[in-house]
Every structure is written in C-alpha cells, then in structure tokens.
C-alpha cells in the first residue's frame, strides 16, 4: 500500500512569501498602484531572504524529499532574492518610462521568482521542471511587456528558441528516467556509476540532452544566439532580471543536476568544457565589436556564463563553493552596470559607447559606481570579480581542465579592453553639445546601485564574509549524496 508523502509547509516558507506577493500583485492590482505593489513586493522578498535563516542547518525536506531546504539551497536562494531585491528597486523609478508600470509586470516578475526558488530547492527532476517552466513563462511575458516592437521580437525569439529548449531538456529527463528508473537526483546519483553498459548508454544521452537544454536557458554557445537581441530589445530592467536572477536559477538547477545527480556521469565533462571554451572565444570577441552598451553588456553576460560554468567542472566541494560565490558578485555587479543605464538612457535601446564620454563631469557618482562594476567584470583587482574567476579558474584547473583555465585567463586578459574603453570615455573631457540624459526618481535605483557597489568592493578585500558561508566542504558532500 503506497503511503502518501510527507508535506510540511516548513522548506517552503521562503517560496510561500514570494508566492504570497506574486498573488497580491495579481489580486490587488484592482485596486492600488503599480508603485505600492512593487512595495509590498520587497518587503515579501525582504522576508524570504530572512526567512532562510530560520531554516540553515536544519536540512530539512518535504514531499518525500522532492523539495529540499539544504544550506546549498539556502545560499543560492539568497543570491536570487539579492537580485530580486535590485530588480525592484531598480522598476520603481524606471517602469515608467519603459511603459512597464502596471500591476502585471510585477505579477510576473514574483511568479518568475517563485520558479526561480523552486530550481534552487528541488529534490528532484520534476520539481525542476516545473519551477524552470514558472521561470520561463513568466520570462517570455516581460520580455515582451512593453509592447513596442523591438519588446515583441525580443519576446518572441526568447519564446521560440525557449521552447526548443525546454522540449530538449524534457527529452533528456525521460532518457535518464529510463536509464535510472528514478527523477529522484540522490537516487539517479547512486545508480549512476553501477549502470549496465545499455543503461549507460542512455543515461550518457540524457546528460548530454539536459546539458543542450541548460545551455540554452544560461546563454552557453552555440546556444547563446537569443540573448544580445532579448537584453537589448526588452526594456532594461527586463534584462537586468534575466541577466541574473534567471541565470542564477539556471546555474542552480545545473548545480543540481551535473554537481549532484550526474555528478559521476560519463560524457557531459568533456562535450561541456568545448561549449565552454566556445563561449568565451565567442562572448568576448563579441563584445569587442559592440557599439551600444547595452549589446556590449549582453555578450559579458554571455562570456560570463562560460567563466561561471568553469566551476561545473571542478570537484562538486571547490566547484560548488566557487559557482555560489561568483554567482553573488556576478549578480551585484551586473544588476549596478545595467541600473546606472537604466536611470541615465533615454530610451530603451540603450546608449552607444560614445554617448558615456564625458559622464564624469555630469553623474560623478554614478560615473565611479559604473567604473567600479565595469572593473569588477573585468577581473580586477581589489573587487571581487577578481577572486571569483580565481575560485572558477581554480577548480577547473585542480581537476585536470589546465588548458581550459588558460584560455579562461587569456580571454579575460581581451575583455580589458570592452571594459576599459567605456571607463576611461567616462573620465575625457567631452567637447561636444552637452549630452542628454534621462532624469527621473533615482533614490531606489541609488540604493540598488550602492547595494551592488559595495558589495563587490568589500567581497573583493573581504571575501570571507560570503566565501566563509559557501566554502563548507559538508554542504556540497550532502548535494551529491555522499
């Protein structure tokens, strides 16, 4: 007699707060603005974040181990709510301009949310599913929110390739149901090494098709082609959002499932360490070529989808703690370049490089605020993005991936130059016509902007204040099983 599964709401507090401000913004947008639903939205976002504490080193789980609240989960959880957080603050001084200001966008963005906290908590390959599905639905729909045409191809393309992906993942989680006779990860992991050659076989193919199917939704090439159309085209606090709470879920649902479940797989290292190796070639020569900002943004944030994946090939201990940290600084970092342009475009296609000549002398703080990120993506130091491709770059190289690590360190020493070329425009002396740029209600997207700015400079000359939490070799024994 089969016994139902146990169910304590207790693991899914911090999804149950989102939750609860995704519904409001559904439910009360009848009757109160856009602006007092996006703050009520950050307060239930500011809960989530400290509802986690409640629940570390607890590890506790719930419908018999489908949805786990383990210390793994807890941290990534923090990471998205940290950009959640931003995106908010961010939307409340710009969603009006971008002709976003209306209850649903925020509906969207805290169902998004939700799937995005249900990816970091799933206990196996369904609950997965079903929190990247939220994820992307709720993607495609604010991508294309805005209603202009540039927002409708971007949404459209984001949806027909998405599909294509999600349809490919699907395929690989039914092969490696047949080859495991589990969706379970810690009992696909325990089968995973003990497989007839048959059964090996199809387990290999599976991999190999969630791999294509995770490359899509993290901007891996040759994968990557939707997202410099769908950031430059859908409306600058979209991308914020997609650049890094999306992309943060999707790391965390491959940490799950390469780091955990598949961890002892064969086939996935090798074919990920070439769509690796494609990416920075391919994310960084792009770049150097961009001559709008906010295209030049984009492919960083394809180039840095290959420096983040580096860590999936390290031991699931040094690459887990590597991924969970850069993952932070990546977030904060990116959510403060794209605010500054969000708060100083004029229209939503962005700025050309050209236009930022000059900006010292008329934003001082937000000029610093943007060097300093810019400087931080670039890998230097004392800014954190420096020890974060330390840590990535460490833990492929200590599991045998050398040449990759070189080619990792020669491709940033490239991205120099698209990062520096902005930040010193920013400090010439501009000749021209005084330039224009947009003025509107900046104090949140200020707060968002210091948010990020400290952030990386402190995790840069104090990188155990994060690092001391994800570097618990125990937290990722427990993911893998073992």
Same mark, same amino acid.
């Given at each position: 007699?089969?016994?139902?599964?146990?169910?304590?709401?207790?693991?899914?507090?911090?999804?149950?707060?989102?939750?609860?401000?995704?519904?409001?913004?559904?439910?009360?947008?009848?009757?109160?603005?856009?602006?007092?639903?996006?703050?009520?939205?950050?307060?239930?976002?500011?809960?989530?974040?400290?509802?986690?504490?409640?629940?570390?080193?607890?590890? %506790?789980?719930?419908?018999?181990?489908?949805?786990?609240?383990?210390?793994?989960?807890?941290?990534?959880?923090?990471?998205?709510?940290?950009?959640?957080?931003?995106?908010?603050?961010?939307?409340?001084?710009?969603?009006?301009?971008?002709?976003?200001?209306?209850? &649903?966008?925020?509906?969207?963005?805290?169902?998004? %949310?939700?799937?995005?906290?249900?990816?970091?908590?799933?206990?196996? !390959?369904?609950?997965?599913?079903?929190?990247?599905?939220?994820?992307?639905?709720?993607?495609?729909?604010?991508?294309?929110?805005?209603?202009? =045409? +540039?927002? &409708? &191809?971007?949404?459209?393309?984001?949806?027909?390739?998405?599909? #294509?992906?999600?349809?490919?993942?699907?395929?690989?989680? $039914?092969?490696?149901?047949?080859?495991?006779?589990?969706?379970?990860?810690?009992?696909?992991?325990?089968?995973?090494?003990?497989?007839?050659?048959?059964?090996?076989?199809?387990?290999?193919?599976?991999?190999?098709?969630?791999?294509?199917?995770?490359?899509?939704?993290?901007?891996?090439?040759?994968?990557?082609?939707?997202?410099?159309?769908?950031? *430059?085209?859908?409306?600058?606090?979209?991308?914020?959002?997609?650049?890094?709470?999306?992309?943060?879920?999707?790391?965390?649902?491959?940490?799950?499932? @390469?780091?955990?479940?598949?961890?002892?797989?064969? *086939? /996935?290292?090798? %074919?990920?360490?070439?769509?690796?190796?494609?990416?920075?070639?391919?994310?960084?020569?792009?770049?150097? =070529?961009?001559?709008?900002?906010?295209?030049?943004?984009?492919?960083? #944030?394809?180039?840095?989808?290959?420096?983040?994946?580096?860590?999936?090939?390290?031991?699931?201990?040094? *690459?887990?703690?590597?991924?969970?940290?850069?993952?932070?600084?990546?977030?904060?970092?990116?959510?403060?370049?794209?605010?500054?342009?969000?708060?100083?475009?004029?229209?939503? &296609?962005?700025?050309?490089?050209?236009?930022? +000549?000059?900006?010292?002398? =008329?934003?001082?703080?937000?000029?610093?605020? !943007?060097?300093?990120?810019?400087?931080?993506?670039?890998? !230097?130091?004392?800014?954190? *993005? @420096?020890?974060?491709?330390?840590?990535?770059?460490?833990?492929?190289?200590?599991?045998?991936?050398? /040449?990759?690590?070189?080619?990792? $360190?020669?491709?940033?020493?490239?991205?120099?130059?698209?990062?520096? =070329?902005?930040?010193?425009?920013?400090?010439?002396?501009? +000749?021209?016509?005084?330039?224009?740029?947009?003025?509107?209600? +900046?104090?949140?997207?200020?707060?968002?902007?210091? !948010?990020?700015?400290?952030?990386?400079?402190?995790?840069?000359?104090?990188?155990?204040?994060?690092?001391?939490?994800?570097?618990?070799?125990?937290?990722?024994?427990?993911? %893998?099983?073992?």
């Amino acid at each position: 007699m089969l016994q139902p599964p146990e169910v304590s709401l207790t693991p899914l507090l911090p999804i149950l707060i989102v939750l609860a401000g995704a519904v409001s913004s559904t439910l009360l947008g009848f009757w109160v603005s856009r602006r007092t639903l996006t703050f009520i939205n950050l307060a239930a976002t500011v809960l989530a974040a400290l509802s986690l504490s409640t629940l570390w080193n607890r590890g %506790v789980s719930s419908f018999g181990g489908s949805l786990q609240a383990d210390n793994a989960a807890l941290l990534l959880a923090f990471v998205i709510l940290t950009g959640t957080l931003m995106t908010l603050l961010v939307t409340l001084d710009t969603a009006w301009r971008a002709r976003v200001s209306f209850p &649903e966008f925020d509906a969207m963005l805290m169902y998004a %949310v939700t799937g995005c906290l249900l990816i970091a908590f799933s206990g196996d !390959l369904i609950v997965m599913l079903i929190g990247l599905e939220i994820m992307s639905l709720s993607g495609y729909v604010l991508a294309t929110l805005q209603g202009s =045409r +540039r927002a &409708e &191809e971007s949404g459209l393309k984001y949806f027909l390739l998405g599909a #294509a992906g999600s349809a490919v993942l699907i395929y690989g989680i $039914a092969f490696v149901y047949g080859a495991t006779g589990s969706l379970n990860y810690a009992a696909i992991a325990a089968k995973a090494s003990v497989l007839t050659p048959e059964n090996t076989g199809i387990l290999v193919g599976g991999a190999l098709l969630m791999l294509c199917g995770f490359a899509f939704k993290v901007a891996l090439a040759p994968f990557h082609q939707w997202t410099p159309d769908v950031y *430059g085209g859908a409306p600058t606090s979209v991308s914020l959002f997609l650049s890094t709470v999306v992309k943060v879920a999707a790391f965390a649902g491959m940490l799950r499932v @390469f780091g955990g479940a598949l961890a002892d797989a064969p *086939g /996935w290292h090798s %074919v990920l360490q070439v769509l690796i190796a494609a990416t920075l070639i391919i994310g960084n020569l792009a770049a150097l =070529r961009q001559m709008n900002f906010k295209r030049m943004l984009a492919y960083s #944030a394809v180039a840095h989808t290959g420096f983040l994946a580096m860590a999936l090939l390290g031991t699931p201990q040094a *690459g887990g703690a590597a991924l969970t940290y850069y993952l932070l600084v990546y977030t904060l970092m990116t959510a403060a370049a794209l605010a500054i342009l969000a708060a100083l475009q004029r229209g939503e &296609e962005g700025m050309t490089i050209s236009d930022l +000549r000059g900006l010292y002398y =008329r934003h001082p703080a937000y000029t610093v605020a !943007l060097a300093v990120c810019l400087a931080s993506l670039a890998g !230097l130091p004392p800014f954190a *993005g @420096f020890f974060g491709k330390y840590l990535v770059f460490q833990a492929a190289f200590q599991n045998g991936y050398e /040449w990759l690590s070189v080619l990792a $360190a020669l491709t940033s020493v490239a991205a120099l130059v698209y990062y520096l =070329r902005p930040a010193m425009l920013m400090f010439m002396p501009d +000749r021209t016509p005084a330039r224009e740029y947009a003025h509107g209600q +900046r104090t949140p997207t200020t707060l968002a902007v210091t !948010l990020g700015v400290v952030g990386v400079t402190a995790l840069g000359l104090l990188p155990n204040i994060w690092y001391s939490w994800v570097a618990n070799p125990a937290i990722w024994t427990l993911l %893998v099983g073992r």
